[in-house]
């Protein structure tokens, strides 16, 4: 199984970035993504599992998950960006139970994470 997520860069706050996650390899019940600050720990900021669509309440109706199944790829559109998304954004699929979907323990397969900067 491999994960390569793609997409991240450096905008201005109130811009957008799409970053995308290509998977190989098989299928599976979960697709997430988390993000890690600069000294912080690895934070859930959006899942994918089964049909329903999960978020962190600071990213609500700013970013939002899609999946392309024929592709096996999973995206992040992330709009109205602010200075505190600053982070190191990492992909991930697993097959976790409904309450680990939110803790990367719930995750086996990752991407080697993108940088995601939001200038002020």
């Known amino acids: 199984v491999q994960l390569q997520a793609s997409g991240g860069g450096l905008v201005q706050a109130g811009g957008s970035l799409r970053l995308t996650c290509a998977v190989s390899?098989?299928?599976?019940?979960?697709y997430a993504w988390f993000r890690q600050a600069p000294g912080k720990e690895r934070v859930f900021v959006a899942a994918k599992f089964g049909g329903r669509t999960y978020y962190t309440d600071s990213v609500k109706g700013r970013f939002s998950i899609s999946r392309d199944n024929v592709k096996n790829t999973l995206y992040l559109e992330m709009n109205e960006l602010k200075p505190d998304d600053t982070a190191v954004y990492y992909c991930a699929a697993g097959d976790p139970i409904l309450s680990s979907l939110r803790a990367p323990e719930g995750y086996r397969n990752w991407g080697q994470g993108t940088q995601v900067t939001v200038s002020s």
């Open positions: 390899g098989r299928t599976f019940r979960s």
